[in-house]
């Protein structure tokens, strides 16, 4: 079934979007660990990230009351998303952990920066 589903998200998305979408959630998991109670939470979530970039996994219909066409995604079977959660974090995981580091070094370096800048200013006055 995990690899049925990578192998149909392979043939709707490029490769580019799947990994800025795994690497966007490891950044957000650095910087707002509130957001996800436990690792396997943020799996979790990563899969279903990532699996929402096709419509593969959508379903539609249209609404009688407004006419809209209501969309939904399935959700994977857990021991499924498990091995699809597995094979994201062993190709990425890793990378998106250098990333976030990277991005918390950069941010520092602008702080630094900024109040280097106010004491200079402040020095002037």
């Given at each position: 079934?995990?690899?049925?589903?990578?192998?149909?998200?392979?043939?709707?998305?490029?490769?580019?979007?799947?990994?800025?979408?795994?690497?966007?959630?490891?950044?957000?998991?650095?910087q707002?660990?509130?957001?996800?109670?436990?690792?396997?939470?943020?799996?979790?979530?990563?899969?279903?990230?990532?699996?929402?970039?096709?419509?593969?996994?959508?379903?539609?219909?249209?609404?009688?009351?407004?006419?809209r066409?209501?969309r939904?995604?399935?959700?994977?079977?857990?021991?499924?998303?498990?091995?699809?959660?597995?094979?994201?974090?062993?190709?990425?995981?890793?990378?998106?952990?250098?990333?976030?580091?990277?991005?918390?070094?950069?941010?520092?370096?602008?702080?630094?920066?900024?109040?280097?800048?106010?004491?200079?200013?402040?020095?002037?006055?």
């Amino acid at each position: 079934m995990a690899a049925s589903a990578v192998v149909k998200l392979a043939d709707h998305v490029e490769a580019r979007e799947v990994v800025e979408a795994v690497l966007g959630m490891y950044l957000m998991q650095d910087q707002e660990p509130r957001r996800f109670q436990s690792d396997e939470a943020f799996r979790v979530q990563l899969v279903r990230r990532v699996m929402r970039l096709s419509e593969v996994s959508a379903d539609a219909w249209p609404d009688p009351n407004t006419g809209r066409v209501r969309r939904t995604y399935r959700d994977f079977a857990p021991g499924a998303a498990s091995i699809i959660a597995g094979w994201l974090a062993e190709a990425l995981g890793a990378t998106g952990l250098h990333l976030a580091k990277l991005e918390l070094r950069d941010a520092e370096r602008s702080q630094q920066e900024r109040a280097g800048f106010h004491k200079a200013l402040a020095d002037l006055t």
